[in-house]
């Protein structure tokens, strides 16, 4: 879950003529968002040719979903249980054409300090069918494997995730930057780090309908480019997008976004392709209780030529590195 925060706004600077007018939003404010925002602040966008006002908040991946379908916007940036489950129920045909950021921890309240402790305890379980629930489900099954068993599901109505372990109301959350820096600040301890699965940086970015994309490629191929160039200027300009993420998440400590920044940007790939394998893991684990989801290809929901073409083309490669200039 994301950090409550408050409004926020950006200049930028004026419009200019000719520009395609469509809309772009994110699921949750957190560092998952953090990309569009760096592109949307930056003027990416303008400059790619699209006219796209400050991204909207739409209250969970399955509201970008929602979004998505009755047409409020024509991009969305959400992790991927919502969309995959919409798809396979048939009430979507939502494709991903990029990865995102989407790190994921599992932390324990003060005096929790290993995962064998999480035997018999509770994890928060929010019990939308969204992220959160998968992986829950996901790391119940894999400690116990392991011989750590008894962790259960405890439901969690919503809120700060910090406060939840803090006040004792779980054992456990799963839990993201920059939410998990205040939680570590405050005596909570990483046990898991999804890396291990090979789901970070894997379960998320941006998705659209499918019959948009083929009946607008130049304009999808206008926005993927703005977002990768984004992107890009995320993972090369610290400066730049800590000041973006302080401001669009609210965060009143600048040293939190720092090092929001500092555990996000190491491991982000340079060229941000949809991750198919950890799609796959993801379908995989959700035939176990959606028969839907039972020898799904995730091939099927992703859509990665507009990425591909900015790869081949050494449009990424001759992007500048602002770190190091």
């Not at 976004?257 to 796959?280: F, I, K, N, R």
Request: charged share 25%; proline share 5%; with cysteine.
């Amino acid at each position: 879950m994301a950090l409550r925060t408050r409004d926020f706004e950006f200049s930028q600077k004026p419009v200019r003529d000719n520009l395609i007018k469509i809309n772009a939003g994110f699921a949750t404010i957190g560092q998952g968002a953090g990309p569009m925002m760096v592109t949307w602040k930056a003027g990416l966008f303008q400059k790619h040719g699209l006219d796209i006002d400050r991204p909207r908040i739409m209250g969970g991946a399955k509201g970008v979903v929602r979004g998505l379908m009755s047409s409020e916007i024509q991009f969305g940036n959400m992790a991927a249980p919502a969309p995959l489950r919409a798809n396979l129920k048939s009430e979507a045909d939502i494709v991903f054409l990029t990865g995102g950021i989407n790190q994921q921890f599992i932390m324990g309240r003060p005096g929790i300090n290993s995962r064998e402790e999480l035997a018999g305890k509770r994890i928060g379980f929010v019990g939308d069918g969204g992220l959160n629930d998968a992986l829950v489900r996901f790391i119940i099954e894999k400690l116990a494997a392991a011989g750590t068993k008894g962790l259960r599901e405890e439901p969690i109505a919503g809120g700060s995730d910090v406060q939840l372990l803090l006040n004792g109301d779980c054992d456990a959350v799963v839990i993201t930057p920059p939410e998990s820096i205040d939680a570590q600040r405050k005596g909570c301890k990483v046990l898991v780090d999804f890396a291990e699965y090979g789901l970070n940086y894997a379960l998320g970015g941006i998705a659209a309908r499918r019959d948009y994309v083929e009946r607008n490629p130049e304009i999808t191929r206008k926005f993927i480019k703005a977002y990768v160039e984004g992107m890009h200027r995320y993972r090369t300009d610290r400066e730049f997008t800590v000041g973006v993420q302080a401001e669009y998440s609210g965060i009143a400590d600048r040293t939190v976004a720092e090092e929001t920044y500092d555990l996000t940007q190491p491991g982000m790939p340079q060229v941000p392709y949809p991750v198919v394998s950890a799609l796959q893991t993801l379908l995989d684990f959700m035939s176990k209780d959606l028969a839907e989801a039972k020898d799904a290809d995730a091939r099927r929901f992703v859509d990665d030529r507009f990425v591909r073409e900015l790869d081949d083309s050494g449009f990424i490669a001759a992007l500048p590195d602002r770190n190091h200039s």
